[in-house]
C-alpha cells in the first residue's frame, strides 16, 4: 500500500480540486474558500528540493498571503523527520482520516 499513496493524493487532489494550487518541489499547497481542512493544506508527497525548515517558512508565508492558517497533510510514511520539525514550530495534530480504496466497479454507473 505505501507504493501506492502519492498516486492516490493525487488522483483525490484532481477528484476536489483547489481554487489556487502552488508548489515546492514535491510539495503542493492548495487553497480554496471554505472550511477544509483538506484542500487548504500543504501535502508533502516528495522533497520540497530545499531545506525543509525553509520550505516550512515558505508555506506559511503562502498561506499568511492568503489570510489561512498554515496547515500539513501528513501521510503515514511520507516527509520523514517533517512531523517533528512541525511539533518544534508548534503544529499540532489534528483529526486523523482514512483513505479507503477497491475494485472499481464491474458495471458503468448509471446517473
Same mark, same amino acid.
Do not use: D
Given at each position: 500500500? $505505501? @507504493?501506492?499513496? !502519492?498516486?492516490?493524493?493525487?488522483? #483525490?487532489?484532481r477528484g &476536489?480540486?483547489? #481554487?489556487? #494550487?502552488?508548489? +515546492?518541489?514535491?510539495? /503542493?499547497? %492548495?487553497?480554496?474558500?471554505? %472550511?477544509?481542512?483538506? =484542500?487548504?493544506?500543504? &501535502?508533502? *508527497?516528495?522533497? !520540497?528540493? *530545499?531545506p525543509? +525548515?525553509?520550505?516550512?517558512? /515558505?508555506?506559511? @508565508? &503562502? %498561506? #499568511? @498571503? /492568503? ?6 497533510? +501528513? ?9 517533528? /520539525?512541525?511539533?518544534?514550530?508548534? %503544529?499540532q495534530?489534528?483529526? @486523523? ?5 477497491g ?5 458503468p =454507473?448509471? $446517473?
Amino acid at each position: 500500500m $505505501t @507504493a501506492l499513496w !502519492p498516486a492516490l493524493e493525487l488522483v #483525490a487532489a484532481r477528484g &476536489w480540486p483547489a #481554487a489556487e #494550487a502552488a508548489r +515546492i518541489g514535491g510539495w /503542493r499547497l %492548495y487553497a480554496s474558500s471554505g %472550511y477544509s481542512g483538506r =484542500i487548504n493544506a500543504c &501535502w508533502p *508527497l516528495g522533497r !520540497p528540493r *530545499l531545506p525543509a +525548515i525553509e520550505a516550512v517558512g /515558505r508555506v506559511e @508565508a &503562502w %498561506y #499568511a @498571503a /492568503r489570510r489561512l492558517p498554515p496547515r500539513f497533510k +501528513i501521510v503515514e510514511g511520507a516527509a520523514p523527520g517533517l512531523v517533528r /520539525r512541525l511539533v518544534e514550530r508548534g %503544529y499540532q495534530s489534528g483529526p @486523523a482520516t482514512q483513505t479507503m480504496v477497491g475494485p472499481p466497479p464491474t458495471s458503468p =454507473i448509471r $446517473t
